[in-house]
């Protein structure tokens, strides 16, 4: 499967999609993997948001058609907090799905305590749930999402 991929993007998409196959081909060919590094490097910059990048995601997120895309981000970016509070909290060795990950994920995770982050996620995963009842703005929800990772980053 999936033969257009480097050996390396097909190891990130397996490991994002947590041994799912049919996760895999999704992540894969919904441009998943390259809306996964985006987003690692957006959390790179936390504390600090890259306002620019923040819009243009939110922009092309918002777009007509771009249901799967954006379902796709905002799945693997819950994943990827859920991934976080679980690896840390358990002081268990982080598995990159790209070089950089587990730093980022230490290093966010020292600003803020286990129960800040789970609150961070809930309340991420509380506003996917009233965006989609309620239809509203994709670009405003990401910049909301990214606005509390942001604060919460911010540290104790």
Request: glycine letters at 6%.
């Amino acid at each position: 499967q999936l033969p257009e991929l480097s050996a390396e993007e097909r190891a990130s998409a397996a490991r994002l999609a947590g041994g799912s196959i049919g996760r895999a081909l999704v992540v894969a060919h919904e441009y998943g993997l390259k809306s996964y590094r985006e987003m690692v490097a957006l959390l790179e910059k936390l504390p600090q948001l890259d306002i620019a990048e923040l819009h243009a995601l939110g922009d092309r997120l918002a777009r007509p058609n771009s249901d799967a895309a954006y379902v796709n981000f905002t799945e693997l970016l819950g994943e990827w907090l859920a991934r976080m509070i679980r690896s840390l909290a358990a002081s268990r060795p982080i598995s990159e799905a790209v070089p950089g990950e587990s730093a980022l994920m230490r290093r966010l995770f020292a600003n803020a305590s286990i129960d800040q982050w789970m609150l961070v996620w809930e309340n991420i995963n509380a506003l996917l749930a009233r965006a989609a009842s309620l239809n509203l703005s994709r670009k405003q929800v990401i910049i909301n999402i990214f606005s509390n990772l942001a604060q919460t980053a911010k540290g104790r």
